[in-house]
Antibody, heavy 120, light 110 residues
Framework: EVQLVQSGAEVKKPGESLKISCKGS????????IGWVRQMPGKGLEWMGI????????RYSPSFQGQVTISADKSITTAYLQWSSLKASDTAMYYC?????????????WGQGILVTVSS | QSALTQPASVSGSPGQSITISCTGTSSDVGDYNYVSWYQQHPGKAPKLMIY???SRPSGVSNRFSGSKSGNTASLTISGLQAEDEADYYCSSYTSSTNVVFGGGTKLTVL
């Protein structure tokens, strides 16, 4: 059974760093993309970026380029999304999704989401 | 890259059919047959309903179907059921940014 299990909710202060995770299981981790999607409170889905764990190829939405870093450790089948300096506007639910099809554009399995709250 | 355009809301009665549109440009929806649709119930993760414009993942009801004409893709739900009430998002592959989502459509089953 394909599963993506994300780490737990986070509460941080502005300026702090954060790294959240997404562990894949039940499939060959290095053969599928892992994408990250933001959903701000009461808003729609926003595609942030994607990584192919097989060769670490990474692509970012222009809106998120330079704001976050996506990485993966294939030895433990886990992908990461990290911030070096959080802002209040980073408060949102963050989902990871397994990507397939053209450059991983289809999210066929999703993690349960991680709620990140940034508040002073 | 601007988001794809979806109606904010649609509604229908049980048993009826509804269609949700998703309008992009010649750089995304119009240029590729790589459109997908997601269903999201409140407090839940999105669920893939349609990919590659018309394909349904295993386990998704055949009441859900997709199509595309020019720069506009559509999701049709036939035989509406109460459990279909949710938010629906389209997305498209685009060579410039990989993926672009629509703004989402809230479906109400009357």
């Amino acid at each position: 059974e394909v599963q993506l299990v994300q780490s737990g909710a986070e509460v941080k202060k502005p300026g702090e760093s954060l790294k959240i995770s997404c562990k894949g299981s039940g499939y060959r981790f290095t053969s599928y993309w892992i994408g990250w999607v933001r959903q701000m409170p009461g808003k729609g889905l926003e595609w942030m970026g994607i990584i192919y764990p097989g060769d670490s190829a990474t692509r970012y939405s222009p809106s998120f380029q330079g704001q976050v870093t996506i990485s993966a450790d294939k030895s433990i089948t886990t992908a990461y999304l990290q911030w070096s300096s959080l802002k209040a506007s980073d408060t949102a639910m963050y989902y990871c999704a397994r990507g397939r099809g053209r450059d991983g554009y289809v999210g066929d399995y999703w993690g349960q989401g991680i709620l990140v709250t940034v508040s002073s | 890259q601007s988001a794809l355009t979806q109606p904010a809301s649609v509604s229908g009665s049980p048993g009826q059919s509804i269609t949700i549109s998703c309008t992009g440009t010649s750089s995304d929806v119009g240029d590729y047959n790589y459109v997908s649709w997601y269903q999201q119930h409140p407090g839940k993760a999105p669920k893939l309903m349609i990919y590659d414009v018309t394909s349904r993942p295993s386990g998704v009801s055949n009441r859900f179907s997709g199509s595309k004409s020019g720069n506009t893709a559509s999701l049709t739900i036939s035989g509406l059921q109460a459990e279909d009430e949710a938010d629906y998002y389209c997305s498209s592959y685009t060579s410039s940014t990989n993926v672009v989502f629509g703004g989402g459509t809230k479906l109400t089953v009357l």
